[in-house]
């Protein structure tokens, strides 16, 4: 369905964040892909749907070659790959049922949009999907009065408005506490079964991947070091993609202090990419 | 002090924060160069006395004619000029806003490609560049004298006020929300409409509501280099030594600049 050959990205800056990857994702199959910050697994889902330039390499979704398509044929081919975002990117100044129907835009025209006068069958569609997350009371709230769980799933439904055949997942949970990251995650995980959606999952949590995902792949340093079943996890594969670390005492009372601060560590890392992302240009198109 | 002498120096106990200029001699010198040019600019001036105490009685006459402003003997005229200012700053806002945001939207580093890029950037700084009273008395100069010059004057300063703070605005919008609706297939005038118009439209509410007052200022402003409006009423009684008549219109307009003022401050908390 989704096949990635010789996948090759590097930023302007010089960083090299992706080195000839090359994967094939059958329909329906949700993949978790797993990393240390900073392994390229956002610019792998980016370069998906082209929010970043691919510089090397083919992609290609159910027989459409995305690297060589025209700005409008590129339109056309982001509406069949939804995408959830890590701070869940809904316009906070906008309400549920607007930020839900924005995930229709590629189907409509400018007029409709502005006016906001969307088709009777694809808000009858949003809001099903919103009573399917469990937020249909909310459609009139402005979406920075929800809390973080409702938020995403106001973007689950936005993605899915847009009838994709895979899901583009960014790191969902990064900012849920535990319960609401299972929850959302089961949820991603059902709506996938329910449609027959694929989907691709960048993910911190290895226990929540193993536990919602078909497949696991490790990236690290932009190379895919792992392809496998969830049960295949270990310690030596662990170890391969995020380096050196007693992996069997992390849950042990001893070594939660230690644990808490590497937590702090990675934390400060992740933000410092985070920090250096937000910079560039949001680009034409 | 060296970087090891400040470490040590903090484990005592002891630390400041680091100097602007790091070398002292330098620092010295800046600051006796400042003053002295302060001193020079300062003696440079020379002051008529004798012009001064003149013009103090004069002045004194003017502030005296705040106790009794006359607004009836010259009251057709009053009106006139300041139904003719309000006209020329509620039409020069609208389409000064009106043009300012293509401008702004071109001038953001983010959404725009280089070359537009440049080219509204120049239009703003071209339009920044002069002073209000500049730019009118060229367009009085160009239409002739009333309120058409004043109007055109205020409109093109609005562009460059309104077109430069949008622009910032854009360029600090969050992209992810950019991103997010782009990544729904959404082409290029939806993505303004649903990402970027959200983010910016309180304070592009905000500051027009801001322009519109300033623009009524300034229109009393220009109205003395021929360009119209309540300017142009208040230029003629001043002329005539009608001190009353000036207070009543300067009251007028601090009266408007106030109104103007409080409603804009409501407007904006509304529409945060
Ligand atoms: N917009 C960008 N410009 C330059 N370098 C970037 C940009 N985005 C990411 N990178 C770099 O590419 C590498 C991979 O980043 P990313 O894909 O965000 O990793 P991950 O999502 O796995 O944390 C990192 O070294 C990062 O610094
Ligand atoms: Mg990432």
């Known amino acids: 369905m989704l096949t990635l050959t010789d996948l090759t990205k590097r930023y302007s800056t010089g960083d090299r964040a992706l080195t000839q990857v090359s994967l094939h994702i059958p329909e329906g199959q949700v993949v978790a892909l797993i990393g240390p910050s900073g392994a390229g697994k956002s610019t792998l889902i980016r370069c998906v749907n082209r929010l970043v330039e691919p510089t090397e390499g083919r992609i290609t979704l159910s027989n459409t070659e995305l690297t060589s398509l025209s700005s409008r044929q590129l339109r056309c081919a982001r509406r069949r790959m939804g995408m959830i975002f890590q701070e869940y990117a809904l316009i906070d100044r906008l309400t549920v049922m607007e930020n839900v129907l924005s995930g229709y835009l590629g189907y409509t025209g400018f007029w409709r949009s502005f006016l906001r006068r969307y088709p009777q069958p694809v808000v009858s569609e949003a809001f099903r999907l919103l009573q399917r997350v469990g937020l249909e009371p909310f459609i009139d709230k402005r979406a920075d009065e929800l809390s973080g769980g409702q938020r995403q799933r106001v973007g689950i439904a936005r993605a899915l408005l847009q009838s994709p055949e895979i899901l583009l997942v960014d790191e969902p949970t990064a900012s849920l506490d535990p319960k609401t990251s299972r929850q959302i995650m089961r949820l991603i995980k059902e709506l996938c079964a329910e449609r027959r959606l694929a989907a691709i999952i960048n993910i911190h949590d290895v226990a929540l991947a193993q536990l919602f995902a078909d497949r696991i792949i490790g990236l690290r340093a932009g190379e895919i070091v792992f392809d496998g079943l969830p049960d295949q996890l270990d310690a030596e594969i662990l170890t391969r993609i995020y380096g050196e670390e007693d992996w069997n005492t992390a849950a042990e009372p001893e070594a939660e202090i230690e644990s808490d601060l590497e937590a702090v560590d990675t934390r400060v890392q992740t933000d410092a990419a985070g920090l250096k992302r937000s910079v560039p240009a949001v680009g034409a198109v | ?272």
């Open chain 2, 1 to 272: 002090m060296n970087q090891q002498e400040r470490l040590a120096a903090a484990e005592q106990g002891l630390w400041k924060p680091l100097p602007l200029i790091r070398d002292a001699r330098y620092r010295w010198l800046l600051i006796i160069a400042a003053v002295v040019y302060l001193l020079l600019a300062v003696i440079s001036i020379d002051v008529n006395w004798a012009r001064v105490a003149e013009g103090l009685s004069r002045g004194m006459n003017f502030i005296a004619a705040f106790a009794s402003p006359d607004f009836t003997s010259r009251g057709g005229d009053i009106l006139d000029g300041l139904i003719e200012s309000l006209t020329m700053t509620l039409t020069s806002t609208v389409i000064g806003i009106l043009l300012a945001i293509p401008v702004g939207i071109g001038a953001a580093r983010n959404i725009a490609p280089l070359p537009v890029y440049l080219f509204c950037r120049s239009i703003i700084a071209i339009s920044r560049t002069f002073q209000e009273v500049i730019i009118a008395i060229l367009f009085v100069v160009m239409f002739g004298f009333g309120p058409l010059a004043g109007m055109i004057t205020l409109a093109f300063a609005t562009i460059g006020f309104m077109a430069k703070l949008l622009a910032e605005d854009i360029e600090d919008i969050d992209a992810r929300q950019v991103e997010a609706i782009r990544a729904t297939g959404a082409r290029w005038l939806q993505l303004m409409n649903y990402a970027v118009q959200p983010q910016v439209m309180p304070r592009l509410i905000g500051l027009s509501m801001y322009r519109l007052d300033i623009n009524f200022r300034e229109s009393a402003v220009i109205g003395i280099v021929g360009a119209g409006g309540i300017g142009a009423t208040l230029n003629t009684s001043l002329s005539r030594y009608e001190y009353e008549t000036a207070a009543a219109i300067l009251l007028i307009i601090i009266g408007i600049v106030m109104a103007t003022e409080y409603i804009s401050s409501h407007v904006r908390k509304w529409v945060q």
